[in-house]
């Protein structure tokens, strides 16, 4: 599957911005899909994951309650709402697929990464 992630940009600390990630190649309601960061000189985390029909979630401590993951099967396609934002926050974001749903998400595929910056 490819994965096209797009919505990044610069917003100021307590800002907001949407994250899409629009798949194509393969039967999108098949994989569970994840948003990553990775920050410079820091290790890719995971944000948050869903699972394939949208009925599970699950987040990064620190984003609970501030970012929500939602996916329209229809439209192939993920998001990620990002409220209240932090400088630290500050990175390129990867949308994911995971052909499992477990206690993991182990990506099978990546998407190429949109850069968020959030100034103090």
Do not use: H
């Not at 569970?32 to 987040?59: C, D, H, N």
Request: charged share 20%; net charge positive.
């Amino acid at each position: 599957v490819q994965l096209q992630a797009s919505g990044g940009g610069l917003v100021q600390a307590g800002g907001s911005l949407r994250l899409s990630c629009a798949a194509s190649g393969r039967t999108f309601s098949r994989y569970a899909m994840g948003w990553f960061r990775q920050a410079p000189g820091k290790e890719r985390e995971l944000v948050a994951a869903i699972s394939r029909r949208g009925y599970s979630t699950k987040y990064e401590d620190s984003v609970k309650g501030r970012f929500t993951i939602s996916r329209d099967n229809a439209k192939s396609t993920v998001y990620l709402q990002m409220n209240s934002l932090k400088p630290e926050e500050t990175a390129v974001y990867y949308c994911a697929a995971d052909s499992d749903w477990g206690t993991s998400f182990t990506p099978d595929y990546w998407g190429q990464g949109t850069q968020v910056t959030v100034s103090s």
